[in-house]
């Protein structure tokens, strides 16, 4: 009986124990964060909620079996400005790649370049911790032609100062002034025009590994 006792005790220890060793491999691993920064384009302006751009985001890293969970913070009317005051608010989510698009307003309100720069720097300087995707902002040919140059040169100037900033090309490219891709106001995107953006942007963080 007392040995009987005896293997019962260490069977059923050995059954605990692989138990425990089963839920420690199934644990599923906790997700990276991105937090994707942007103004009313970000958000669902005329659009169904699951039409956005960060929500396909999520949708095309979860078909791919990358593990990461997409957080849009967009503000309408968004500023460099705004940005880089409300930055540190995000800290806590922890980051591991924040995605900045915002300088559209920036240049309606004819913001200058050094103040555009330093914005833009203030905020990466914040997320330093983080990998920073920048998109960066044309703007129509319709305005100075002094300013138009010297706001696209603020990028490049970013960027061959930061080598450890990701530059992507802009968003606008392949359908800005496009009808059949943006709605009414030719200015916010339609749900066709956040596939284009969310399949180039997927790309890009996929082939200078910014997503892992």
Same mark, same amino acid.
């Given at each position: 009986?007392?040995?009987?006792?005896?293997?019962?005790?260490?069977?059923?220890?050995?059954?605990?124990?692989?138990?425990?060793?089963?839920?420690?491999?199934?644990?599923?691993?906790?997700?990276?964060?991105?937090?994707?920064?942007? =103004?009313?384009?970000?958000?669902?302006?005329?659009?169904?909620?699951?039409?956005?751009?960060?929500?396909?985001?999520?949708?095309?890293?979860?078909?791919?079996?990358?593990?990461?969970?997409?957080?849009?913070?967009?503000?309408?009317?968004?500023?460099?400005?705004?940005?880089?005051?409300?930055?540190?608010?995000?800290? =806590?989510?922890?980051?591991?790649?924040?995605?900045?698009?915002?300088?559209?307003?920036?240049?309606?309100?004819?913001?200058?370049?050094?103040?555009?720069?330093?914005?833009?720097? #203030?905020?990466?300087?914040?997320?330093? #911790?983080?990998?920073?995707?920048?998109?960066?902002?044309?703007?129509?040919?319709?305005?100075?032609?002094?300013?138009?140059?010297?706001?696209?040169?603020?990028?490049?100037?970013?960027?061959?100062?930061?080598?450890?900033?990701?530059?992507?090309?802009?968003?606008?490219?392949?359908?800005?002034?496009?009808?059949?891709?943006?709605?009414?106001?030719?200015?916010?995107?339609?749900?066709?025009?956040?596939?284009?953006?969310?399949?180039?942007?997927?790309?890009?963080?996929?082939?200078?590994?910014?997503?892992?």
């Amino acid at each position: 009986m007392k040995y009987l006792l005896l293997f019962l005790s260490l069977l059923l220890f050995s059954c605990w124990n692989n138990n425990s060793e089963v839920n420690k491999i199934q644990k599923p691993e906790e997700k990276k964060i991105i937090l994707c920064l942007w =103004d009313s384009l970000t958000a669902w302006y005329w659009v169904q909620e699951n039409e956005n751009y960060p929500y396909k985001l999520q949708k095309i890293l979860d078909d791919n079996w990358y593990n990461y969970l997409v957080i849009n913070a967009w503000v309408s009317w968004d500023t460099s400005q705004n940005i880089l005051s409300r930055a540190s608010l995000y800290l =806590d989510k922890k980051p591991n790649i924040v995605i900045l698009v915002a300088w559209w307003n920036d240049w309606l309100r004819w913001l200058s370049t050094t103040d555009l720069k330093n914005n833009i720097l #203030g905020i990466v300087n914040i997320f330093k #911790g983080s990998k920073v995707v920048i998109a960066w902002m044309d703007i129509p040919l319709n305005l100075w032609l002094q300013y138009k140059s010297d706001f696209k040169k603020v990028y490049s100037d970013i960027s061959n100062e930061n080598k450890n900033i990701y530059f992507l090309k802009f968003f606008l490219d392949w359908v800005a002034w496009k009808q059949e891709l943006n709605i009414q106001d030719m200015i916010h995107p339609n749900s066709f025009w956040y596939d284009i953006i969310v399949k180039n942007l997927f790309d890009f963080l996929k082939e200078n590994k910014v997503i892992e």
